[in-house]
T-cell receptor
Framework: KQEVTQIPAALSVPEGENLVLNCSFT??????LQWFRQDPGKGLTSLLL?????REQTSGRLNASLDKSSGRSTLYIAASQPGDSATYLC??????????FGGGTRLMVKP | DVKVTQSSRYLVKRTGEKVFLECVQD?????MFWYRQDPGLGLRLIYF???????EKGDIPEGYSVSREKKERFSLILESASTNQTSMYLC??????????????FGQGTRLTVV
């Protein structure tokens, strides 16, 4: 069974810093991996989806990478802003159509 | 834009009531999911449906049932609500695995309080 881990659970950085969020998964037979953002009390917003055949995806200041052999994905946020403060979740999609979520990283960007 | 719409943002129900949470998507997605989210426990899958009238149990199906009579609508039913079902409920949908674009989209969430 797939297990997904996100470390650290919480992160605080000053505005303007570049930062990396980590996601580890145990089963390398992964179809794709998706990163989400969640604001307090809200649903999840999709940020990036990386297919198993891809190594990275970019959207604006966000760049996500996927390394199946090491069981790792990273989300890179460039020039962080206070509006980036949220919880970031990764989810692995394996055979069986199930999405398995990590516990999330709560990010605080201080002005 | 894909839309996944949950019928209520906030609900307050009494113990023992039968509760219906509704979710509708407008992208003709085959797969639909119901999760609950609790502090310290993350997102846990309750039920999953891969087609009309088809369903599979997730990790925590006890005390819940689901209905999918039409492709766009997936309902979560709490047969007899209990206080330990107080939680944030999240619905999601996407195309089935095997197609290139299986990006999952979530609704805005329903905060259910059982008193």
């Amino acid at each position: 069974k797939q297990e997904v881990t996100q470390i650290p659970a919480a992160l605080s950085v000053p505005e303007g810093e570049n930062l990396v969020l980590n996601c580890s998964f145990t089963d390398s037979a992964i179809y794709n991996l998706q990163w989400f953002r969640q604001d307090p009390g809200k649903g999840l917003t999709s940020l990036l989806l990386i297919q198993s055949s891809q190594r990275e995806q970019t959207s604006g200041r966000l760049n996500a990478s996927l390394d199946k052999s090491s069981g790792r994905s990273t989300l890179y946020i460039a020039a962080s802003q206070p509006g980036d403060s949220a919880t970031y979740l990764c989810a692995g999609n394996n055979a069986g159509n199930m999405l398995t979520f990590g516990g999330g990283t709560r990010l605080m960007v201080k002005p | 834009d894909v839309k996944v719409t949950q019928s209520s943002r906030y609900l307050v129900k009494r113990t023992g009531e039968k509760v219906f949470l509704e979710c509708v998507q407008d992208m003709d997605h085959e797969n639909m999911f119901w999760y609950r989210q609790d502090p310290g426990l993350g997102l846990r899958l309750i039920y999953f449906s891969y087609d009309v009238k088809m369903k599979e149990k997730g990790d925590i199906p006890e005390g819940y049932s689901v209905s999918r009579e039409k492709k766009e609508r997936f309902s979560l039913i709490l047969e007899s609500a209990s206080t330990n079902q107080t939680s944030m409920y999240l619905c999601a949908s996407r195309y089935r695995t095997g197609l290139m674009n299986t990006e999952a989209f979530f609704g805005q969430g329903t905060r259910l309080t059982v008193v």
